[in-house]
């Protein structure tokens, strides 16, 4: 398996559920702003869209969008626990995988992110996100998880809530969402897809400078 | 059952789904501007951040956001054949959902349906709509529905394409895909849940004028 990412980026959370499940992938970094992989290949060749993550699998299949590789990996290593088996719990990790992605993710975070974004569609997307964190801050309120074990929607709440540190967003605001990122910030497979992605953003962003 | 929607709004997707399936629900509506259900319930009561669809099962369980929700009907209704039951089959099913949810739905449509959003937001929005329509297009060219079937993604997609007749996109643009929205559109649930939640619609503007 091979996972394309970017440090820190969304496809941090594919990582996480690589490690959650003691899984070998072959990690290829994209450059978030050339859109190059580390070998010097043309990412928009692999997936034109130029996003991460993706994930090229054993058999050479080349799958997409986040939500979407995510449940591939929970249900590839169904012995990490990464996903709820029954009807019910399916619906709601699909509910909370969408949730994060689209009303954080692609409403909140992305346009926030974003620098060459207009100023209109930044302060559209921070409008947006108070009754969206407001949303998490009840459900998580005496819940350790999204779900009631750690699951894939976990790995990408947590790297989405990551990037508030970057925006307006103060997560302080909301104590039991600040509580939770900081709570999965200690689990190891989190710590250690943290630290390493940490350390290759540095880099790339030194590598930005001096271009 | 129970389907919270508002008229032409992604919920029709659900809707369609439903009709597929053969299978009897309550339809809710919900005014998208007064958050008022038809019965003058207050409908962020029911899901704070007021968003359709939201899905009441049987057991009396609130299952909210789209793509959760096409999944569970295409889970709960399996001899209608809405999705695939093989594993890589479900993974691109996944993945049509989230492309559809955060790269046509949320990134580009919302911003531009939304009368409300600033002028910055709906340049950025429209700035992203041709790569995302340009590999809609690559991708349907040659094929009859997303995957090798019919499926609850099909009957997002159409839902979305069909908003753009109300916005700047021009969907002749793209061939494939306006080919793709006019052959869909005659599919027999497809037809009726259009032509039902079109009336709707045509009410409700009358309703907003009135007001």
Redesign the interface.
């Known amino acids: 398996m091979e996972l394309f990412f970017s440090p820190l980026g969304c496809s941090m959370a594919s990582r996480i559920a690589l490690y959650e499940a003691g899984a070998s992938a072959t990690f290829t970094e994209v450059d978030p702003v050339t859109k190059l992989t580390a070998g010097g290949t043309v990412y928009r060749d692999i997936y034109?869209?130029g996003l991460v993550p993706a994930l090229r699998?054993e058999?050479g299949?080349l799958?997409?969008?986040?939500?979407?590789?995510l449940?591939?990996l929970a249900?590839?290593f169904p012995e990490a626990g990464l996903a709820p088996r029954d009807?019910?719990g399916?619906?709601?990790l699909?509910?909370w995988?969408?949730?994060v992605?689209?009303?954080l993710?692609?409403?909140v975070f992305?346009?926030l992110l974003d620098r060459a974004?207009?100023?209109?569609?930044?302060?559209?997307?921070l409008e947006k996100a108070t009754?969206?964190l407001?949303?998490l801050e009840?459900h998580l309120a005496g819940r350790e998880f999204l779900l009631d074990a750690f699951s894939v929607a976990d790995a990408y709440l947590f790297t989405v809530l990551g990037w508030s540190v970057v925006t307006p967003i103060e997560l302080g605001k909301w104590p039991a969402l600040a509580a939770y990122h900081e709570r999965l910030s200690r689990r190891p497979s989190v710590a250690r897809a943290r630290a390493e992605e940490g350390k290759l953003y540095a880099e790339e962003r030194a590598r930005h400078r001096a271009a």
Do not use: M, V, W
């Open positions: 034109p869209l699998t058999q299949d799958l997409t969008e986040n939500a979407a590789i449940q591939y249900e590839r009807a019910l399916t619906a709601r699909q509910q995988l969408c949730f992605g689209t009303e993710h692609k409403t992305s346009p974004a207009p100023e209109g569609a930044r302060a559209y997307a009754a969206r407001d949303l009840r």
